[in-house]
């Protein structure tokens, strides 16, 4: 009597013409799994794109808008000396901000880094190797679509923030002196690096990563 029995070879080829979504037949740990991962990896992209930005300010000797010391002078505003001091200060308290921050989120990095090695083995651990390449290949694709987001948003605040200085600008709220408007001057805002921030933005952009091509473009 004939049999008849189906090779590896003529499943492979069968399943592989499949179409359709599978998604439904993943298991809740699979798909809880992969999302931590995304996420992880999200968070990753994320912190190396401000450390990125950051450093840029520094080396470009500008502070963003969020991290401007919103403090203006009102006992001896009259007083120049004093008031050349005072922006002195707030821009070395902005400066030691963003390094701080650039070094600390450079030690979280290292964690991070052992965290997403973690979860991409227990995603591993749960995952058939066809379906394991196509959920790195869909979570490649997210990553990629919110790089392109981020950097977008990124460089049109620092370009905002450029146009800060062009216009002197950075300090864009006023104190009174004599009856008149004060704003601080170019004067104030260009030395105020030179003296008492040079040796702490050397550093940082040691630190950062080179190259912030996206913030160019």
Same mark, same amino acid.
């Given at each position: 009597?004939?049999?008849?029995?189906?090779?590896?070879?003529?499943?492979?080829?069968?399943?592989?013409?499949?179409?359709?979504?599978?998604?439904?037949?993943?298991?809740?740990?699979?798909?809880?799994?992969?999302?931590?991962?995304?996420?992880? =990896? $999200? +968070?990753?992209?994320?912190?190396? %794109?401000?450390?990125?930005?950051?450093?840029?300010?520094?080396?470009? @000797? &500008?502070?963003?808008?969020?991290?401007?010391?919103?403090?203006?002078?009102?006992?001896?505003?009259?007083?120049?000396?004093?008031?050349?001091?005072?922006?002195?200060?707030?821009?070395?308290?902005?400066?030691?901000?963003?390094?701080?921050?650039?070094?600390?989120?450079?030690?979280?990095?290292?964690?991070?880094?052992?965290?997403?090695?973690?979860?991409?083995?227990?995603?591993?651990?749960?995952?058939?190797?066809?379906?394991?390449?196509? =959920? $790195? +290949?869909?979570?490649?694709?997210? %990553?990629?679509?919110?790089?392109?987001?981020?950097?977008?948003?990124? @460089? &049109?605040?620092?370009?905002?923030?450029?146009?800060?200085?062009?216009?002197?600008?950075?300090?864009?709220?006023?104190?009174?002196?004599?009856?008149?408007?004060?704003?601080?001057?170019?004067?104030?805002?260009?030395?105020?690096?030179?003296?008492?921030?040079?040796?702490?933005?050397?550093?940082?952009?040691?630190?950062?990563?080179?190259?912030?091509?996206?913030?160019?473009?």
């Amino acid at each position: 009597m004939a049999t008849f029995a189906y090779t590896e070879g003529d499943i492979n080829r069968i399943t592989s013409a499949l179409r359709g979504a599978r998604e439904f037949l993943t298991s809740d740990n699979e798909r809880g799994i992969a999302q931590k991962l995304e996420r992880e =990896l $999200k +968070k990753k992209l994320s912190w190396e %794109l401000h450390i990125s930005t950051l450093g840029e300010y520094l080396r470009q @000797k &500008r502070i963003p808008r969020g991290l401007r010391v919103r403090l203006h002078p009102t006992l001896c505003r009259d007083n120049p000396e004093h008031r050349t001091v005072w922006y002195k200060i707030l821009n070395k308290c902005s400066v030691d901000l963003m390094v701080l921050t650039i070094e600390s989120l450079q030690k979280e990095l290292v964690k991070l880094v052992k965290e997403i090695a973690t979860v991409e083995q227990e995603l591993a651990a749960v995952t058939a190797s066809t379906d394991l390449e196509t =959920l $790195k +290949k869909q979570i490649e694709d997210k %990553l990629k679509e919110y790089q392109k987001e981020t950097e977008e948003f990124k @460089k &049109r605040k620092f370009h905002r923030d450029e146009l800060d200085y062009q216009r002197d600008q950075v300090y864009s709220w006023y104190t009174r002196t004599d009856n008149r408007s004060y704003r601080p001057n170019r004067d104030i805002n260009s030395q105020k690096w030179r003296s008492d921030t040079e040796g702490v933005t050397s550093s940082s952009s040691a630190s950062s990563s080179s190259g912030v091509t996206f913030l160019e473009r």
